[in-house]
């Protein structure tokens, strides 16, 4: 079994201030140049390779804690009997 767990911190939620601009003759789809933001959010993954699940939570905070909430997570979600001992 492999699997590989990673994280990315400080994931920024932003909202735009006006809506998607529509495309045009010959202009591509647009967006303005504001935005608003929301905060950041962490995003923990793990995917397992060989069955090609993918476990994830985001988390508002990043720390050890959550992380190792995370990996806690995985574990009870993994199969038991992939695992040698």
Same mark, same amino acid.
């Given at each position: %079994?492999?699997?590989?767990? @990673?994280? +990315? ?5 932003? @909202? ?6 529509? %495309?045009? %003759? ?30 994830? /939570?985001? +988390?508002?905070?990043?720390?050890? /804690?959550?992380?190792? /909430? ?10 038991? @009997?992939?695992?040698?001992?």
């Amino acid at each position: %079994m492999v699997l590989c767990v @990673d994280e +990315k911190s400080q994931i920024q939620a932003l @909202d735009r201030t006006q809506p998607v601009l529509p %495309m045009g %003759m010959g202009y591509v789809e647009g967006v303005t140049h504001d935005y608003v933001r929301h905060g950041t959010t962490t995003l923990f993954a793990a995917l397992d390779i060989a069955t090609g699940q993918v476990l994830t /939570q985001c +988390k508002s905070r990043h720390r050890h /804690q959550e992380y190792l /909430q995370f990996l806690k997570e995985v574990d009870t979600n993994v199969r038991q @009997d992939w695992i040698s001992t």
